[in-house]
């Protein structure tokens, strides 16, 4: 136990030599980890708002169920344990007749023109919300299939729109964070190999002596663990100063259509992901670098 916790403090103490002896080594590989983590993160940001923006919208895009009009408005207010009972329903919203005889004449400006409009003209109406927009037409027709509902409306056009919207910004996201990921890694590889090859003399008179692979190899991933928390930690730090920064700009170009999330709300993901990619590159990186020089 005690031969290992020295072995252990000797990896670390040799890589933390290795990071000041090949010192702009170290500067560079630190410098594309960073560069690296804010790009991936603020495509990552820009997806997160974006969903979100299509997540209201979403939640604007509701079904109207359509009451019968022999039902009272007590019996009308029942229904809404058997509308909540269908699958990708999540709430709804019970509407008077007096309540759509409003909301139809506050659309427009001259109200005096529809005095006379009565709420008898009207039928009381539920406003749905379900869970996954792109179920919109299944749920529309589970909706109309409840008893008491003679008619549904939705917006298939709208909720449609959303939907490849979403796909696509998803898709594009993900593909840009694995190149990006792929170009990290082969550029740290590449990096840490020309700083192993400076050192290729010592890893063979290392060999040569009895040193065993694993003996030579962990003062490499413990220097790569390091340059990689050193970075994954700071890149979070500026790209969480940079996002702080627009944040309190847009706050003066908002309209009301939409805001941005703030950082607090994904900084621990944020935080999570950055440290495990930071890693994967870092230690990654040493562990490919070295294969090669391992093998004299």
Request: charged fraction near 15%; include cysteine; glycine fraction near 6%.
């Amino acid at each position: 136990m005690k031969l290992s916790r020295n072995r252990t403090g000797y990896y670390i103490k040799e890589g933390f030599t290795s990071i000041f002896t090949h010192s702009l080594m170290s500067f560079a590989s630190v410098c594309i980890i960073i560069a690296f983590l804010v790009i991936m993160g603020s495509f990552a940001l820009l997806a997160v708002n974006i969903n979100a923006v299509i997540g209201e919208l979403e939640d604007e895009n509701i079904i109207l169920a359509y009451v019968h009009e022999n039902l009272s408005e007590v019996d009308a207010r029942a229904l809404a344990t058997s509308l909540l009972a269908v699958p990708n329903v999540t709430n709804v919203d019970f509407i008077t007749r007096e309540m759509a005889m409003e909301s139809f004449i506050g659309r427009y400006e001259e109200t005096e023109r529809y005095r006379d409009v009565e709420p008898d003209w009207f039928r009381h109406r539920y406003a749905v919300h379900v869970t996954d927009v792109a179920l919109i037409a299944e749920t529309q027709i589970a909706l109309t299939e409840v008893y008491g509902v003679s008619r549904v409306t939705a917006n298939l056009t709208i909720a449609n729109a959303l939907v490849s919207i979403r796909s696509v910004v998803s898709g594009i996201s993900i593909v840009i964070v694995v190149v990006l990921l792929a170009i990290s890694l082969f550029i740290m590889s590449n990096t840490i190999k020309i700083a192993t090859y400076e050192r290729r003399e010592e890893i063979a008179i290392m060999r040569v002596v009895g040193a065993t692979n694993a003996f030579i190899r962990w003062p490499f991933i413990y220097e790569g663990f390091i340059l990689s928390t050193i970075g994954s930690m700071s890149s979070f730090a500026i790209l969480w100063a940079l996002y702080g920064q627009l944040t309190s700009r847009a706050l003066g170009f908002q309209s009301g259509l939409f805001s941005l999330i703030p950082f607090t709300g994904i900084s621990a993901t944020m935080f999570a992901a950055f440290a495990a990619i930071g890693f994967a590159v870092g230690v990654g990186g040493s562990g490919i670098a070295l294969n090669r020089y391992l093998k004299v």
